[in-house]
């Protein structure tokens, strides 16, 4: 192994490839360009993946949703077409029976699911908007960003059913002057007075609410609508580490218990399953990911194989010069180790220079998609894939190799330099 | 220097076995520059061959500067070939990507030495050939008879014990013929031992020996008086 380290060894190569500047060009865009597309690939799947964690990022991505509608099956008595109408009390009896339940908001709203919003007016302006009333622990499964100052729902605010409100952006556009600071200003929701104490942003990606929303403590919704126990719908986030599909399941059948349904009315309670969802999108960047490692790597490999052949062509080519070179002495094993090393300089080479070509339009995906509503943040691609693909190379580079360099060992100098 | 004892080669076409050299006996001593004649088929370039270790030969024996030469790996082919003999092709074999110097000095590069003395060593023997202005210059952009001189120099450069030169005429004119021998026999002059297969009678006359291959036996090996090059030149 010691010709590796040798400076002569290296001059010779390098004075061989760089005087056959066609057939060394030639030989580096296969692997230059399979680099090139692995990375840019692979780069562009991971920022599409990174698209989509930044997306679900603003909700607990184990969460789902469960409303009542109406039963389909008679059951227990009860004849069929009763309408369901979740209660607090389920809130408790699903925490208490369902331990993988890590957080259960239950709100309730006008103005969504076929109500009417309501008229809000501040001084001379009015809009009218959704209110939903809800518990604190809503922002642990959708993120709620308050502008400066302001703050969330808190309990107190749902002990004493405090009179207070968060507003949406828009909803301060609408009523408010620009410039005006909102907080602990008064706006009448409907026919009360509501206090002001945050403003909500819009979250980007994915958003239960829109930025008219308005929030008010559910034990305020229920005194000033008269609704009693009756809960809209409940958002129910599961820990981390749980199968959501599951959990839902589980939330299902109590709830069918509870309510009386028949264990087989699937009608009875709709649901919406973001943990599913977001398992199948982030299914997708996966195999998306992976689809792209896949024809990186066999773009690397044809990339290679262009080498060998190339270099076996030239061999061919090169008969006679390496004929001569054993007839002034090369021992077999220099002739080899020189096309073996060719080969590999080639290979690492056009890799090199693939990584970077890679890169760089990466970069410039990633500046041209910064502005754009697309999933799709930091494009890169993790060291350990680039050491790996030029790991990849460097085996590959030689192996391939080997072939010419074998083909060349074995004509003998006197046919060699009898080749005319 | 040389010596070869009863020597048998036969090479096969297919079925049919082919006898090139049926018993060779020749000596060569130090110093010496001999001519191997005979027309094609005679087994001259065959003899070569085995003599520059290119080819194995089937009987006999041949024994090289009192190294016997038998059974060689390719390895070890290689490095005596290195070390023991220069050779010089008919049709020059220059790597035609190497600048002259660079061809000059790709046998000390196999001898392991390292460049900026390989290069010194190149430029003296293209000097000695007179070629020192054309270091620099690639083999398409030499003429036939500059290109043999840079073949010498190159085989000169691993300062072997003997050099051989098969057809180093064949492929250029009387008058460049006439330079390169020259050259060969001012080589020959500071005492190098020089082995030459030719089928030219002019050329063979420069030398100091001449052996007659016919049918693959010698039946002439004769003392000439050589004729000095130098005066056609």
Redesign the interface.
């Known amino acids: 192994m010691k010709f590796i380290f040798d400076r002569n060894t290296w001059q010779e190569i390098f004075g061989s490839i760089s005087k056959n500047k066609t057939r060394t060009i030639i030989t580096m865009i296969g692997v230059l360009w399979g680099i090139f597309v692995y990375i840019a690939l692979s780069g562009a799947a991971q920022g599409m993946d990174n698209g989509f964690d930044k997306v679900f990022k603003t909700v607990s991505m184990n969460s789902m949703f469960v409303w009542g509608q109406s039963t389909s099956k008679p059951y227990d008595g009860y004849k069929t077409g009763r309408e369901i109408q979740l209660k607090l009390g389920d809130v408790t009896k699903l925490q208490n029976r369902i331990p993988e339940i890590q957080y259960i908001a239950p709100r309730i709203d006008m103005g969504g699911f076929g109500t009417d919003p309501v008229y809000t007016v501040r001084g001379q302006k009015s809009g009218t908007y959704p209110v939903n009333g809800d518990y604190p622990v809503y922002t642990k499964i959708a993120t709620k960003k308050i502008f400066d100052g302001g703050r969330f729902i808190n309990d107190e605010d749902i002990e004493q059913a405090r009179k207070v409100c968060v507003i949406g952006e828009r909803n301060l556009q609408e009523l408010f002057e620009k410039d005006e600071d909102p907080i602990g200003q008064y706006i009448r929701i409907g026919s009360v007075y509501f206090q002001v104490i945050g403003v909500h942003k819009l979250a980007q990606g994915v958003s239960f609410d829109n930025d008219t929303a308005i929030f008010i403590p559910f034990s305020t919704f229920r005194k000033l609508y008269n609704t009693g126990d009756d809960v809209g719908y409940l958002c129910i986030a599961a820990y981390d580490d749980v199968d959501v599909v599951q959990v839902e399941t589980d939330v299902r059948t109590l709830l069918k218990t509870i309510h009386r349904v028949d264990p087989e009315d699937e009608r009875a309670f709709g649901g919406f399953n973001l943990g599913e969802v977001f398992k199948k999108v982030s299914g997708f960047a996966k195999g998306l990911t992976f689809l792209s490692l896949i024809v990186g790597i066999a773009t690397i490999l044809a990339g290679v194989i262009g080498i060998g052949n190339i270099l076996l062509i030239s061999v061919k080519e090169r008969t006679k010069e390496l004929g001569v070179r054993r007839a002034l002495g090369a021992t077999p094993s220099e002739v080899r180790n020189q096309i073996i090393l060719e080969s590999v300089f080639l290979t690492v080479l056009a890799g090199i220079i693939g990584i970077i070509l890679g890169a760089g339009v990466l970069s410039i995906i990633n500046n041209m998609t910064k502005d754009i509503d697309f999933p799709y943040t930091n494009p890169t691609v993790p060291i350990p894939y680039v050491l790996g693909a030029l790991a990849i190379m460097v085996i590959l580079g030689t192996l391939i190799g080997l072939i010419p360099a074998q083909r060349a060992v074995s004509i003998r100098p006197i046919d060699a330099l009898r080749e005319e | 220097m040389i010596e070869i004892k009863d020597l048998h080669k036969s090479y096969k076409m297919g079925s049919n076995s082919l006898h090139v050299l049926k018993g060779i006996n020749f000596t060569v001593g130090e110093g010496e520059l001999v001519a191997i004649m005979g027309s094609s088929g005679s087994g001259k370039s065959t003899l070569l061959?085995i003599l520059?270790m290119?080819?194995e030969l089937d009987e006999g024996s041949y024994t090289l500067d009192g190294v016997p030469i038998k059974n060689l790996n390719?390895?070890k082919a290689?490095?005596y070939?290195?070390?023991f003999l220069g050779?010089v092709?008919q049709?020059f074999?220059?790597?035609?990507?190497?600048s002259a110097m660079?061809n000059v000095a790709?046998?000390l590069?196999?001898?392991?030495v390292?460049?900026k003395e390989r290069q010194e060593k190149a430029l003296k023997y293209l000097e000695q050939v007179g070629l020192k202005e054309w270091a620099e210059h690639l083999p398409n952009e030499l003429s036939g008879g500059q290109k043999q001189r840079v073949a010498i120099a190159?085989a000169m450069a691993?300062e072997p014990k003997v050099l051989l030169a098969d057809e180093p005429t064949g492929a250029l004119d009387s008058t460049t013929s006439y330079e390169v021998m020259d050259l060969i026999q001012k080589i020959n002059d500071l005492g190098n031992t020089i082995l030459i297969v030719t089928h030219e009678l002019d050329i063979a006359n420069m030398c100091k020996r001449i052996v007659h291959l016919k049918d693959g036996i010698i039946i002439e090996d004769k003392k000439v008086k050589q004729v000095r090059a130098s005066q056609y030149v």
């Open positions: 061959n520059g290119l080819d390719e390895t290689a490095n070939r290195n070390k050779f092709f049709s074999n220059l790597i035609n990507y190497k660079e790709l046998p590069y196999y001898q392991r390292p460049r190159r691993a």
